[in-house]
């Protein structure tokens, strides 16, 4: 089957899934629901066959298991999958968490950062206007106190005010972006800087908060939590490890405990405490760091109040540097608190995926199998099986192997395949160990999430998508094109004939409607008044009426006839 199409069927069983879980009223991730594919795919005793593609019978067959053990309220082995699901979704190292962290408070104040960057204000009140934006800059980036408080825009105007006056406005629109955002990004931290020393002196420092107090108090108090979650994990293992141990020498207590039950119990308390303690690492080191800036922050400011004592005027380039360093602490203190902050969630959310303990072995029941035997802890179990030096360790496939008795080296020895078979058929009925356990490079499909990276290229990845959008700015660099380069010899030939010409001309000066407004002009009209003129008049002239005769027509004494014309027609003036 192609991969793409291999891809789409899985999609679809996973969504079928989901789909049959929400219908019984249990939502599920799809996360989940893909690693109990992978789970009971795996498992031998469903009868899948992983070399052969899956026929509809199995698909459908498939779908029926996924959804009997995610809806199976009682299975201690599925809350154990989803504490590892959760855990590897929401846990990421110290690195990781402060990149992505600084990563998402970049993308918030770009649109801020963006406002002022683009900016081409030229009147007063938008210089104003971009002046207050860039206050409400300093305050979004620093996180002492809401751009929303008066007291809060006064005191950090006040502070930006002192080394960045708006006059010099103009000098910074003449920037580049990258240069507007860097002298953005440094201004912040000299204001930060300014603000903090002004809290120490006492004259102000509203609404920054005691980090580093709220931090002495909160790391002993989350510590003291874990700690005590801790101890009641442990103190539980070590109970249910001396059941079992009770269980395998007399045989007929199968009958009133279910020892694959309890061994589920175990794994879920097991991986409980594994988690605790990653979480408690992480917190131990944020204590450390925690303590050290405390000791730089105090010495900074020290330093800055001998630099500054008694003196009206200080060169900036021996406060600035101090400013930026105390502003950059405080950030670090920032990113502990936040820090604490997800750990300590993160503890609280795991809690919920022990609630099958009570329900199938209640503390009445454990203790009655407790009688007559002594719990051992780990340290006493290490102490009893440390094992004689003479063993050794043995190398196998570029693995290591130690043993806590002679005769259990030999036997591994003898066949290492076997032994490491049975892990691995043991995992495939019980997933929850492919991760309690590392086993990874057995099953690479079933890498979890949070360590895809550290994996080599020949394993399989899990395919994420998402929907996302990119914004390109226009004209990120200024432009370099010369607009007055000519490349043709006789166009500079024309342009040089053109300025010659220009020396015999005189220059006039004209008034257009583009500049008419830049001086006062003054002008007198007359006012508009009523007026009437005549355009014709009635007139008629009289034509006189021609009159022509013509005499002798008729003849006379002579025989031939003579005409003669007479105009009687009388002349125009005498009409």
């Given at each position: 089957m192609?991969?793409?199409?291999?891809?789409?069927?899985?999609?679809?069983?996973?969504?079928?899934?989901?789909?049959?879980c929400?219908?019984?009223?249990?939502?599920?991730?799809?996360?989940?629901?893909?690693?109990?594919?992978?789970?009971?795919?795996?498992?031998?005793?469903?009868?899948?066959?992983?070399?052969?593609?899956?026929?509809?019978?199995?698909?459908?067959?498939?779908?029926?298991?996924?959804?009997?053990?995610?809806?199976d309220?009682?299975?201690?082995?599925?809350?154990?999958?989803?504490?590892?699901?959760?855990f590897?979704?929401?846990?990421?190292?110290r690195?990781?968490?402060?990149?992505?962290?600084?990563?998402?408070?970049?993308?918030?104040?770009?649109?801020v950062?963006?406002?002022?960057?683009?900016?081409?204000?030229?009147?007063?009140?938008?210089?104003?206007?971009l002046?207050?934006?860039?206050?409400?800059?300093?305050?979004?980036?620093?996180?002492?106190?809401?751009?929303?408080?008066?007291?809060?825009?006064?005191?950090?105007?006040?502070?930006?005010?002192?080394?960045f006056?708006q006059?010099?406005?103009?000098?910074?629109?003449t920037?580049g972006?990258?240069?507007?955002?860097c002298?953005?990004?440094?201004?912040?931290?000299?204001?930060?800087?300014?603000?903090?020393?002004?809290?120490?002196?006492?004259?102000?420092?509203?609404?920054?908060?005691?980090?580093?107090?709220?931090?002495?108090?909160?790391?002993?108090?989350t510590?003291?939590?874990?700690?005590?979650?801790?101890?009641?994990?442990?103190?539980?293992?070590?109970?249910?490890?001396?059941?079992?141990?009770?269980?395998?020498?007399?045989?007929l207590?199968?009958?009133?405990?279910?020892?694959?039950?309890?061994?589920?119990?175990?794994?879920?308390?097991?991986?409980?405490?594994?988690?605790?303690?990653?979480?408690?690492?992480?917190?131990?080191?944020?204590?450390?760091?925690?303590?050290?800036?405390?000791?730089?922050?105090?010495?900074?400011?020290e330093?800055?109040?001998?630099?500054v004592?008694?003196?009206t005027?200080?060169?900036?380039?021996?406060?600035?540097?101090?400013?930026?360093?105390?502003?950059?602490?405080?950030?670090s203190?920032?990113?502990?608190?936040?820090?604490?902050?997800?750990?300590s969630?993160?503890?609280?959310?795991?809690?919920?995926?022990?609630?099958?303990?009570?329900?199938?072995?209640?503390?009445?029941?454990?203790?009655?199998?407790?009688?007559?035997?002594?719990?051992?802890?780990?340290?006493?179990?290490?102490?009893?099986?440390?094992?004689?030096?003479?063993?050794?360790?043995?190398?196998?496939?570029?693995?290591?192997?130690?043993?806590?008795?002679?005769?259990?080296?030999?036997?591994?020895?003898?066949?290492?395949?076997?032994?490491?078979?049975?892990?691995k058929?043991?995992?495939?009925?019980?997933?929850?160990?492919?991760?309690?356990?590392?086993?990874?490079?057995?099953?690479?499909?079933?890498?979890?999430?949070?360590?895809?990276?550290?994996?080599?290229?020949?394993?399989?990845?899990p395919i994420?998508?998402?929907?996302?959008?990119?914004?390109t700015?226009?004209?990120?660099?200024?432009?370099?094109?010369?607009?007055?380069y000519?490349?043709?010899?006789?166009?500079?030939?024309?342009?040089?004939?053109?300025?010659?010409?220009?020396?015999?001309?005189?220059?006039?000066?004209?008034?257009?409607?583009?500049?008419?407004?830049?001086?006062e002009?003054?002008?007198?009209?007359?006012?508009?008044?009523?007026?009437?003129?005549?355009?014709?008049?009635?007139?008629?002239?009289?034509?006189?009426?021609?009159?022509?005769?013509?005499?002798?027509?008729?003849?006379?004494?002579?025989?031939?006839?003579c005409?003669?014309?007479?105009?009687?027609?009388?002349?125009?003036?005498?009409?």
């Amino acid at each position: 089957m192609p991969l793409t199409q291999a891809e789409s069927v899985i999609k679809n069983i996973i969504r079928e899934i989901g789909q049959e879980c929400a219908a019984h009223g249990e939502i599920v991730s799809e996360t989940l629901v893909a690693f109990m594919v992978k789970a009971v795919v795996l498992d031998p005793g469903n009868g899948f066959n992983m070399d052969r593609t899956l026929m509809k019978s199995d698909v459908q067959k498939l779908v029926k298991f996924c959804v009997a053990r995610l809806l199976d309220s009682k299975n201690p082995s599925l809350d154990t999958i989803k504490m590892q699901v959760y855990f590897d979704m929401n846990y990421t190292s110290r690195e990781e968490f402060l990149e992505e962290h600084h990563r998402v408070l970049e993308s918030r104040l770009s649109s801020v950062s963006r406002e002022i960057t683009d900016n081409r204000a030229c009147v007063r009140e938008e210089l104003e206007s971009l002046y207050r934006k860039i206050v409400s800059y300093v305050l979004l980036r620093s996180g002492l106190g809401s751009p929303t408080d008066i007291k809060t825009v006064r005191e950090a105007t006040a502070a930006l005010q002192s080394v960045f006056p708006q006059a010099e406005l103009g000098t910074f629109l003449t920037l580049g972006k990258k240069d507007k955002e860097c002298q953005l990004k440094e201004l912040t931290m000299i204001v930060t800087g300014i603000r903090l020393f002004n809290r120490d002196c006492g004259k102000g420092g509203e609404g920054i908060d005691d980090l580093p107090a709220i931090l002495h108090e909160a790391i002993p108090a989350t510590t003291q939590h874990i700690d005590s979650q801790l101890q009641i994990a442990q103190d539980q293992a070590y109970r249910y490890t001396a059941i079992l141990e009770k269980v395998m020498k007399n045989p007929l207590m199968n009958k009133e405990l279910q020892p694959y039950m309890l061994k589920e119990a175990l794994y879920n308390v097991r991986q409980y405490e594994i988690f605790l303690q990653i979480i408690l690492s992480d917190i131990i080191t944020c204590a450390q760091e925690v303590e050290m800036m405390r000791r730089q922050l105090g010495a900074q400011l020290e330093l800055l109040k001998m630099t500054v004592k008694s003196k009206t005027a200080v060169p900036t380039s021996q406060v600035f540097p101090i400013f930026i360093a105390l502003a950059s602490l405080w950030t670090s203190f920032q990113d502990e608190t936040v820090l604490i902050s997800v750990l300590s969630n993160l503890t609280t959310h795991l809690e919920p995926f022990l609630g099958t303990h009570e329900l199938l072995f209640p503390e009445k029941m454990i203790q009655g199998f407790l009688d007559d035997v002594t719990v051992k802890t780990d340290v006493c179990r290490i102490k009893e099986h440390i094992g004689n030096p003479t063993i050794g360790i043995l190398k196998y496939k570029d693995n290591y192997y130690t043993f806590n008795t002679r005769d259990a080296a030999y036997s591994f020895a003898e066949n290492p395949e076997h032994y490491i078979n049975l892990i691995k058929e043991k995992a495939k009925k019980n997933a929850e160990l492919i991760q309690l356990l590392e086993l990874h490079q057995q099953f690479e499909t079933l890498v979890p999430y949070s360590q895809m990276r550290d994996i080599d290229k020949h394993y399989i990845k899990p395919i994420t998508m998402c929907e996302s959008s990119t914004q390109t700015d226009t004209h990120i660099l200024s432009p370099t094109i010369v607009r007055s380069y000519e490349w043709n010899e006789w166009e500079l030939r024309r342009k040089a004939i053109k300025l010659a010409n220009l020396r015999q001309k005189i220059t006039h000066s004209v008034q257009t409607d583009l500049s008419h407004m830049r001086r006062e002009n003054s002008s007198q009209v007359y006012p508009c008044k009523d007026a009437s003129t005549q355009s014709k008049r009635e007139s008629s002239t009289r034509v006189p009426k021609p009159q022509i005769y013509i005499a002798g027509l008729r003849g006379g004494q002579n025989k031939t006839p003579c005409g003669i014309k007479v105009n009687l027609t009388r002349a125009i003036d005498e009409t």
